[in-house]
């Protein structure tokens, strides 16, 4: 009977060892961080910022819990796991997100740069049916420096898009797609009502 009982006792002693000695998921940490980081090098903390600062968020949580774990004498790292593991598929998720996005956005921007210069040649084309006069004359120097300015600005996007800096070139782009159309507008307009009078 002493015997059973202790042999009982020495189970129960290995059992609480086991488990107070459970080991830390390194190898999950080591992941979540590996496919966080790989989130952040395709670009997700640029181009998704909300959804890479929640991946973040949730790296914290499971890391909340990490420590919480590591604090207690009976460790169980279950939940802890789990959590790593979503981590590691929210940021996996992230990276094909971010990819899609940039690609969208590279598409997106080659067409402004088609369109902006199309907008600019019809400019100019209008410039030539357009009411010269005193008045007329000055206006349209003024307008043929705007698309000047304009196609300035479109090389720089262009350098700016070769380099892959894709959010600053499509808001420069969209600027210089405003001022061409709206410098579009205005001309259609002034022959519109000329072509009138002279009728």
């Known amino acids: 009977m002493k015997a059973k009982n202790t042999f009982i006792g020495a189970l129960f002693i290995g059992i609480i060892g086991l488990t107070s000695c459970a080991g830390v998921p390194q190898a999950e940490v080591d992941a979540a961080n590996a496919a966080i980081s790989g989130a952040q090098v395709a670009g997700a903390d640029i181009y998704l910022e909300d959804e890479f600062q929640a991946l973040n968020d949730s790296m914290a949580v499971a890391m909340a819990s990490l420590e919480e774990q590591k604090s207690k004498f009976f460790k169980k790292y279950d939940v802890t796991i789990e959590k790593l593991n979503a981590v590691t598929e929210q940021a996996t998720e992230l990276t094909a997100n971010t990819n899609e996005v940039i690609m969208s956005l590279r598409s997106e ?21 357009a009411p010269r006069g005193k008045e007329g004359s000055t206006a349209l120097v003024a307008i043929k420096a705007e698309l000047d300015a304009i196609e300035t600005s479109m090389n720089e996007s262009n350098e700016m ?10 808001e420069k782009l969209s600027v210089a797609r405003e001022k061409a159309s709206s410098i579009n507008t205005e001309l259609t307009e002034v022959i519109s009502k000329y072509k009138t009078v002279r009728k």
């Open 109 to 129: 921007i080659t067409a402004t740069i088609s369109e902006v210069s199309e907008l600019v040649a019809e400019a100019r084309t209008l410039i030539s049916e």
């Open 161 to 170: 898009f070769q380099s892959g800096q894709l959010k600053p070139t499509m």
